[in-house]
């Protein structure tokens, strides 16, 4: 897991650094000990144990992220760093559990419900982040202060969004274009591993991988999503964003062929290519 003090001293939610595009950001996924919460109400009171009239431990506000390793019953354990043991417990209603994340690129207006004629509720500050609570193919709810509300996805959110790389059953064909030429798949078997191994990504971070190869997966609604694929035999991508993510399922990779670099090999195997280089 990423070091959990960086995370909770960089993404607190308001003030953040301005950034190029605006962006929806994928789940952390699992670390070490649990998952990434973040808590989404004005004010949350850590108790000692499962009960609201037990013992405050402490109390965290709008935007702070913890650790959890159980939600049930109504509540989530937390852990404020890795090394010690839970803190106590929290109403799970007024927490998000490894959320995507969305953050603006100028000032962005809020709506009330997803329709641009609803009346606007907010605007957000350019490179503002906000965790995601639902997604839909051109909006995004997002967590306010103690409510919550709804943008307009831009193009290029559509493009390159965590909801369409969540989406990608329904591909009518792809196209990569490398160094050894361009090349087009449309068997549904090929698509099928597209699918399954694109929507299995998680971010990586500022990776030094040339990625000097392009994948535009083309879906049956006419939806384009373009990537520029590693080269080097990682298997990492980037999107038009400029994000950088892993795709396929290491765990499944090293079990079967004792080596994540399958992920890589298959998918230029695909292309009847053995690397990216050629």
């Known amino acids: 897991m990423r070091k959990f003090m960086a995370i909770l001293l960089g993404l607190m939610l308001a003030g953040m650094a301005s950034v190029a595009l605006s962006e929806i950001r994928a789940p952390y996924g699992e670390g070490q000990i649990g998952y990434m919460a973040v808590v989404i109400c004005e004010k949350l009171t850590v108790r000692e144990s499962q009960n609201t009239a037990s013992k405050a431990v402490t109390r965290l506000n709008f935007g702070d992220w913890f650790i959890t390793q159980q939600n049930a019953g109504g509540w989530c354990d937390v852990f404020l760093n890795e090394t010690d043991g839970p803190t106590g417990y929290v109403l ?4 998000l559990i490894d959320p995507s994340r969305y953050v603006t690129d100028a000032s962005t207006v809020v709506y009330a419900w997803d329709d641009v004629q609803a009346k606007k509720v907010g605007m957000l500050a350019t490179g503002t982040e906000l965790p995601i609570i639902r997604e839909t193919e051109d909006w995004v709810l997002v967590s306010l ?12 959110d559509k493009v390159t969004s ?15 274009i490398a160094r050894q030429g361009t090349f087009t798949l449309t068997s549904p078997e090929s698509l099928q591993w597209l699918a399954e ?20 997966l083309t879906k049956m609604d006419g939806t384009v999503i373009q990537l520029q694929i590693a080269t080097d035999g ?10 950088c993510y892993s795709f396929g399922n290491v765990e499944e990779a090293l079990d079967k062929y004792g080596s994540e670099n399958a992920i890589s090999d298959q998918f230029w195997g695909l292309f009847g290519l053995e690397t990216g280089w050629g």
Not at 92 to 95: G, I, K
Not at 150 to 155: A, L, N, P, Q
């Open 92 to 95: 799970s209603d007024y927490v």
């Open 234 to 243: 990682c298997h990492h991508f980037r999107t038009q964003n400029g994000v």
């Open 145 to 156: 202060r103690g409510a919550s509300g709804w943008i307009k996805k831009t193009d290029m």
């Open 197 to 216: 191994n694109f929507s299995y990504h998680s971010p990586v971070g500022a990776v030094n991988c040339p990625f000097e190869a392009t994948l535009i």
């Open 162 to 176: 965590v909801y369409e790389m969540r989406n990608l059953s329904n591909l009518s064909h792809a196209q990569l």
